[in-house]
């Protein structure tokens, strides 16, 4: 029995959830070989921290409060071990709904991590699918999952794989506008490099452009503008003006 055009077509729409599923069960084995989902919240220093910030966040939107200073305030004065204004709290926002939804459980926030550990490796299953097979583009999201610091910030609390899940779309989005030119994809870019990484990384303490003084230069690039002899302008000023005086007659290229 040959194999149709719509067989091929649902062949490849079964790729994405099945990969998905895998690299889910993988990161899962991962936090249940290493302990996590029995662990208590010390690994590192600041994991308690970020799993507080998401619960004060948690709690804040099942009081239904319209006041989230206040709120926080009294929060400090019970639990006074979380991370947000020290962190931006966007990460904390996406915690804290997950965990009103599904719970703040230790296992809830695990499948938590998992989710975001999955989305990350699902990106790059993704990516070299487009240039391989899918057992292959698998096996190198698989040989991702199985990077040591990968496998740690797997089994944590912790806002790393956030940031590079922001970092790797940014640069996709980047690369796929200067492969099509089209704008919606410099929109994402501009969105996950100036607005969204922002939300979760922790500010640094100095202002490049009050901080650093410029020593020398190292690059001169000059424009330089020119013209067929046949152009009766003979300077920047008279170009502009003859290119306004003839619209859509002119050619240019970059």
């Given at each position: 029995?040959?194999?149709?055009?719509?067989?091929?077509?649902?062949?490849?729409?079964?790729?994405w959830p099945?990969?998905a599923?895998?690299?889910?069960?993988?990161?899962?084995f991962?936090?249940?070989?290493?302990g996590?989902?029995?662990?208590?919240?010390?690994?590192?220093?600041?994991?308690?921290?970020?799993?507080?910030?998401?619960?004060?966040?948690?709690?804040f939107?099942?009081?239904?409060s319209?006041?989230?200073?206040?709120?926080?305030?009294?929060?400090?004065l019970?639990?006074?071990?979380?991370?947000?204004?020290?962190?931006p709290?966007?990460?904390?926002?996406?915690?804290?709904?997950?965990?009103?939804l599904?719970?703040?459980s230790?296992?809830a926030?695990?499948?938590?991590?998992?989710?975001?550990?999955?989305s990350?490796a699902?990106?790059?299953?993704?990516?070299a699918?487009r240039?391989?097979?899918?057992?292959?583009?698998?096996?190198?999201s698989?040989?991702?999952?199985?990077?040591?610091?990968?496998?740690?910030s797997?089994?944590?609390?912790?806002?790393?794989?956030?940031?590079?899940l922001?970092?790797?779309?940014?640069?996709?989005?980047?690369?796929?506008?200067f492969?099509?030119?089209?704008?919606?994809?410099?929109?994402?870019?501009?969105?996950g490099?100036s607005?969204?990484?922002?939300?979760?990384?922790?500010?640094?303490?100095?202002?490049?452009?009050?901080?650093?003084?410029?020593?020398?230069?190292?690059?001169?690039?000059?424009y330089?503008?020119?013209t067929?002899?046949?152009?009766?302008?003979?300077?920047?000023k008279?170009f502009?003006?003859?290119?306004r005086a003839?619209?859509?007659?002119?050619?240019?290229?970059?």
């Amino acid at each position: 029995v040959g194999r149709g055009p719509g067989t091929t077509q649902m062949t490849r729409r079964l790729y994405w959830p099945a990969a998905a599923l895998m690299i889910l069960a993988l990161i899962t084995f991962v936090q249940y070989r290493s302990g996590a989902w029995a662990a208590s919240y010390g690994a590192y220093p600041d994991e308690p921290s970020h799993f507080m910030g998401g619960l004060m966040v948690r709690d804040f939107l099942a009081s239904g409060s319209l006041h989230p200073v206040q709120f926080a305030e009294n929060h400090y004065l019970f639990q006074p071990y979380f991370a947000v204004g020290y962190w931006p709290p966007a990460f904390y926002v996406v915690e804290g709904a997950w965990m009103l939804l599904v719970g703040y459980s230790h296992p809830a926030t695990m499948v938590f991590t998992a989710i975001i550990a999955g989305s990350l490796a699902l990106l790059l299953f993704r990516t070299a699918r487009r240039w391989t097979s899918p057992a292959l583009a698998f096996t190198i999201s698989a040989s991702f999952l199985a990077i040591p610091s990968v496998q740690r910030s797997s089994s944590l609390v912790m806002t790393d794989l956030s940031v590079a899940l922001l970092d790797f779309a940014t640069t996709l989005a980047v690369g796929n506008y200067f492969e099509t030119r089209k704008w919606r994809w410099a929109i994402v870019a501009g969105v996950g490099a100036s607005a969204a990484l922002p939300a979760f990384i922790k500010g640094s303490s100095f202002e490049p452009g009050k901080d650093f003084e410029p020593l020398t230069g190292v690059l001169y690039a000059p424009y330089v503008i020119i013209t067929n002899t046949q152009t009766p302008a003979r300077s920047l000023k008279e170009f502009i003006a003859y290119a306004r005086a003839n619209p859509g007659k002119l050619n240019f290229a970059v």
